[in-house]
DNA sequence: TATTGTTATACTCTATAACTATA
DNA sequence: TATAGTTATAGAGTATAACAATA
């Protein structure tokens, strides 16, 4: 849109630390340190699961509707960080594959009651494998103990921004 | 596309598990527990950004920048998880607030060497109290060792999968 | 031949709002 | 009046490939 690249100041050559980065302020930003091994990771679980030809988010909903069967789209949405809009596609999908099947409540009949089919419990333990091992090494790398740690501390960190973001505080 | 709605099994009533959701397979997944964690943090720095008017990765970028000065785009594309493509627009965009300076490197006239106006400098680390300030509870939820832990586990697992991903293994 | 920056493009994901049926 | 599911749509982010300049 606005190419002016004749300013005398602009393209002035200049010396600067062309060395390896450093990341200043950004290693103590929480956020950043998740992002940066999230990206990593889900560019691996994006491969891992390509050929199965799955939106992302079926394979997440897959494993929340087997441990809870029965339950409904908006309790999939808020568990896993969805939209309530975006899990129809993917619901509509799994459906159409045979790996799930709506059901309707008979309490409440606005909801969806979801479950697995055989297909879909089976698809899913495979795809959990094939996730699980995207991560392996950083499990080889820390002791039980820091396993432990680690997602003691990502749970408490979750439960403590997930508390405060629910009531109007 | 295909809405067939009227077998006799697809809208049967049932009656399945309506409690509180459990994560199952997906509690054991590092991939998701640093999903979810980051969704709720991401969506409190857009907020907290949202007057900036600046696009995502505009704040990272100036951090990093300024950690570096003199660091070229494809560094910092690398450094920052981003494509280098994504950051002629977000390098443009600080260029023309007055935040940054592309300046042109005396060793390799390919590479733009990238520094932070004061103005850059200041918003920069004004930015960064409004970001920081997002994690405020969850680093007073920590006690100092085990804020030490967690960066210190989030650091290694970053290693161990970068390392990975670079050779040709 | 490889790399930096750039542009254009297509694609995906997400967010929003509106609608229905139930409550 | 509020909620569950659905649909349509617009917007933002990302990935890809191609190109020019430089190494």
Redesign the interface.
């Known amino acids: 849109m ?1 190419g002016t690249a004749d300013e005398p ?10 060395d390896r ?25 994006v491969n891992g699961f390509a050929p199965y030809k799955l939106r992302p988010g079926a394979f ?1 909903t897959m ?2 509707i ?7 789209q908006v ?2 949405a ?2 896993g ?1 969805l939209d309530k809009s975006a899990l129809v596609a993917i619901v509509d999908e799994l ?2 594959r045979g790996l799930a ?7 409440d ?1 606005r ?1 969806n ?3 697995l089919t055989p297909d879909g419990e089976k698809l ?1 333990k495979e795809m ?1 494998r094939v ?2 091992d ?2 392996r ?2 499990r080889e ?2 002791s039980p103990e ?1 396993i432990t ?3 003691g ?6 439960q ?3 508390r ?2 629910l009531p109007a505080s």
């Open positions: 606005t100041d602009k393209g002035a050559e200049v010396s600067g630390n062309e980065m450093v990341l200043g302020l950004m290693a103590t930003r929480i956020g950043f340190r998740l992002r940066m091994l999230q990206t990593l990771l889900g560019a691996r679980v997440t494993a929340l087997a441990a809870n069967p029965g339950c409904s309790d999939l808020r568990e960080g459906e159409q099947i709506r059901g309707r409540s008979a309490k009949r909801r009651s979801l479950f899913m959990y996730a699980h995207t991560e090494t950083i790398g820390f820091e740690q680690f997602f501390l990502l749970e408490r960190a979750y403590i921004v997930a405060e973001d």
